[in-house]
């Protein structure tokens, strides 16, 4: 685990959030981020997370609970005084300015001489390549211009923390990767700490230090993309994050590192225990389509090996995607690399698969 | 094999190198004669509104315009019976136009003026030339009516003849009067209506300072209407912001109280008024009960400016609130919060961000309520006093007491202009497109 910095830069301390007093949105949020993290919110629509980023950046008060930035209580600080930039899901670029007096409004308002203004908007708009379009109005941009643009808005006026609400949920995949990659870049370049929000999960796993995995109004994990992907701490993240497959069962036998759990139909499987401790539980194992093997040289010594029919067979290009009737369910998927002399399996014939005890996580049920 | 190419391919280039359709045609015509049926069709739907307007708009608009020129009531005579048009005066126009301006008239002069006189009374016409030549020197319709009765029996020397009968015929203003009255049309009536007037050379010149009336009353109008304007504006804007920002249950409420005023027949309202600020209204009730004023010192709130201004403010505010509001409505709360994550106070905020995406709702209430209110008759009538009086007030009494319709169109015409300059001026300084009216 990641252990927080000593002194968080931006601290959550059991906040809670209700519109209308009925309902909370959010629901006992603690989140602890060190200075210059990129952290990324990722959630199902309407789990909270655009509601989080408006309490840090002031426009909505937290019903309950303390905000900190810094080490200070942020309820007392206007939105003005925070420092915070903000990219807007919908850009929010001021329609009756050109793009350069867009950028150059944080600085006047600040009261900054107008020749540094000018040089410092040159370099923001250099910085992401939008200098030719200085003196065009918003409508005249392309939605992955406006967002540029939008980006270098938070930045010039040189915040310590950004936040950046589903920016580019509005642009094609291609430039969403390259302003993924542009906005990862400037994060390692100024040094600067980054709350982003989506619901893309590719790209919350590719661009963040961490991710919290928002839903219901709560964190359900918060954990590098690699350990969220690998080991998933219930099975919303697990379901959430990636392809998976779920088996239902009982739990049979449980040991420190190692379950053994009897699925519905009757077969005997292995996993490791996550988030169950007693034998006679119900639980969902899940296993990613990757760590499913066929071959029985690759099968680990001592584990359990569960019949499988060959429904489907679909070529990937990268990767062969078979689909099989494990245990009663259709949709099992197992995944292979496509490699010299890798098997292409037919469909309706039968075989043994299995799996690392490991790569079987034994969750709650949902 | 040809037929099932030309099916395929229903357009082909002729030799020129033009599309054309399948049989020949060219492609343009082709497309010209579909599409004009259905303009054809489109046009008949408009008719109706077309002829609506050109009958009850353009056509009295072209009317007043041309009774603000006209100067027939000197020289021409309107049989009631049968309708026929008879000349007047014919022989003094020949003079007149035989004549520089300035020349003294002569004894032709005066037989020409003698033999109209008396044909003007023959068919009873006397009465509308002496209304006439009276709009330019007062006090002369009883000259005319006077001289036109002993014009009959009239010898040579006429000019002795009607010197005699008159001494006044000497005066030349009255011959510059009635020469400019002869000319097929005048702008004499724009002239009166800025306070003008020509003297016994035809030059032009101010009349006297207590005639004055009318650029008085266009400065008032004109200035009573930009600060009514300014007042619906500073009363509308925040109301206007309070609907497009409130929840919708709440904003439609607070909408059918801003509508409310026009649900109510305006004389209730005006007198509502009257009610509630006379000086033994309410309001004055309210102040003397609560000791801000004395009995004695009541405020005269109703029956001048005041009244017109409060008034018209009122009856006025939602030409200001709706237009503001349909152009608040669709602003995205995020610019105002991006502003002030951006370092913007709100005020700041609120100016350089919020303000400006307002500005086509501003003009085009700001431009609907000056031109109601520059031509608002009722409110000020009733409520006005003598102080609170505004031109169109002045053209009303032209029309209905006066007479004077020419001078009332000359008046009118001009309010026009003034509102198409300004008009024009929005334009130059904000631009037409800048304007969103709902
Ligand atoms: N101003 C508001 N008043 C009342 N309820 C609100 C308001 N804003 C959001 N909500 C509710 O709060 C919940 C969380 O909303 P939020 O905008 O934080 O979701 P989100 O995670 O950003 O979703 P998305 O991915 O769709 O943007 C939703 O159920 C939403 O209906
Ligand atoms: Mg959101």
């Not at chain 1, 809670?16 to 602890?32: A, F, H, I, P, R």
């Not at chain 1, 107008?114 to 250099?126: C, W």
């Amino acid at each position: 685990m990641n252990a927080p910095a000593a002194k968080p830069f931006v601290e959550f301390d059991r906040v809670q959030k209700s519109y209308d007093g009925e309902t909370l949105v959010v629901k006992d949020l603690n989140l602890q981020m060190p200075k210059g993290e990129f952290l990324t919110m990722l959630g199902p629509s309407g789990s909270g997370k655009t509601t989080c980023l408006m309490m840090l950046a002031g426009f909505e008060t937290a019903t309950h609970g303390e905000i900190k930035l810094d080490g200070k209580p942020i309820n007392n600080i206007p939105p003005h005084k925070r420092g915070i930039g903000m990219v807007f899901q919908n850009y929010a670029l001021f329609p009756h300015m050109t793009v350069a007096e867009n950028l150059a409004f944080p600085l006047d308002v600040r009261g900054e001489p107008k020749s540094d203004r000018e040089a410092r908007v040159r370099m923001a708009l250099d910085m992401v390549q939008m200098g030719a379009f200085g003196a065009r109005r918003p409508a005249q941009l392309s939605g992955g211009q406006r967002q540029r643009v939008a980006l270098a808005r938070a930045l010039v006026f040189e915040p310590e923390l950004v936040l950046m609400d589903e920016p580019l949920g509005a642009l094609d995949k291609q430039l969403r990767e390259h302003m993924q990659f542009e906005i990862k870049h400037l994060h390692e370049r100024l040094g600067i700490t980054v709350v982003y929000v989506t619901h893309d999960q590719t790209e919350a796993l590719t661009m963040s230090d961490r991710v919290a995995v928002f839903n219901d109004g709560r964190i359900q994990q918060l954990a590098p993309p690699d350990e969220l992907y690998e080991r998933p701490q219930n099975s919303f993240v697990a379901g959430f994050i990636g392809e998976n497959n779920r088996l239902e069962g009982t739990v049979e036998a449980i040991e420190a590192d190692k379950a053994v759990v009897r699925l519905k139909s009757g077969e005997i499987i292995d996993a490791t225990p996550v988030n169950v401790t007693q034998v006679g539980q119900d639980t969902l194992v899940s296993i990613r389509p990757e760590r499913v093997e066929f071959k029985p040289e690759y099968f680990d010594p001592g584990a359990h090996t569960i019949e499988a029919e060959v429904l489907e067979f679909i070529y990937m290009g990268d990767s062969f995607r078979t689909r099989m009737r494990v245990a009663g369910h259709d949709d099992f998927v197992m995944k292979c690399r496509n490699m010299l002399g890798q098997q292409r399996l037919e469909p309706g014939r039968k075989l043994q698969i299995s799996w690392h005890p490991q790569d079987a996580r034994a969750l709650d049920p949902m | 094999m040809t037929d099932a190419v030309a099916a395929a391919a229903p357009t082909t280039r002729a030799t020129d190198g033009r599309l054309t359709t399948a049989d020949g045609k060219p492609l343009k015509a082709a497309l010209a004669r579909a599409q004009a049926r259905n303009k054809r069709r489109a046009f008949f739907l408009v008719v109706p509104l077309l002829l609506f307007v050109v009958v009850t708009f353009l056509v009295p608009i072209g009317q007043m315009l041309s009774m603000s020129v006209n100067n027939s009531a000197f020289y021409s005579w309107k049989d009631r019976d049968t309708g026929d048009t008879i000349p007047l005066m014919v022989d003094l126009r020949g003079w007149f136009n035989e004549n520089e301006p300035g020349t003294e008239p002569d004894e032709a002069a005066y037989a020409a003026l003698a033999a109209g006189l008396a044909h003007a009374r023959d068919i009873k016409a006397i009465g509308q030339i002496g209304t006439r030549i009276n709009y330019e020197v007062s006090g002369t319709r009883s000259l005319f009516t006077g001289t036109s009765r002993k014009a009959e029996r009239m010898e040579p020397p006429y000019k002795e003849a009607i010197l005699d009968a008159d001494e006044e015929w000497a005066d030349p203003e009255i011959w510059a009067a009635m020469r400019s009255a002869s000319k097929a049309f005048t702008l004499d009536f724009y002239l009166a209506a800025l306070d003008r007037t020509r003297d016994a050379d035809g030059n032009i010149v101010k009349v006297d300072e207590e005639r004055a009336v009318y650029i008085l009353l266009f400065q008032r109008t004109f200035v009573l209407s930009a600060l009514i304007t300014l007042m619906t504006l500073i009363l509308g804007f925040p109301i206007a912001h309070l609907l497009a920002t409130l929840p919708l249950r709440h904003s439609n409420l607070l909408m059918i109280l801003v509508l409310l005023p026009f649900w109510t027949s305006l004389l209730v309202r005006t007198t509502s008024w009257i009610v509630l600020l006379q000086s033994q209204g309410v309001v004055n009730d309210l102040w003397v009960a609560s000791g801000l004023i004395d009995d004695g010192n009541r405020l005269q709130m109703i029956y001048n400016r005041t009244g017109t201004i409060i008034a018209m403010t009122h009856i006025l505010l939602p030409f200001m609130v709706l237009p503001l509001y349909s152009v608040m409505r669709p602003i995205d709360p995020s610019y105002v919060r991006a502003a002030r994550s951006l370092g913007a106070t709100s005020w700041t905020a609120f100016r350089r961000v919020y303000l400006p995406q307002t500005v086509p709702g501003i003009g085009a209430g700001g431009l609907l309520v000056f031109i109601l209110a520059v031509g608002y008759y009722i409110t000020p009538a009733l409520v006005g006093g003598s102080s609170g009086q505004l031109i169109s007030n002045l053209i009303a009494f032209h029309m209905q007491k006066s007479l004077n319709w020419s001078l009332a169109a000359a008046l009118a015409s001009l309010l026009l202009g003034a509102v198409l300059l300004l008009y024009w001026l929005y334009d130059r300084l904000v631009g037409i497109d800048n304007l969103k009216l709902g």
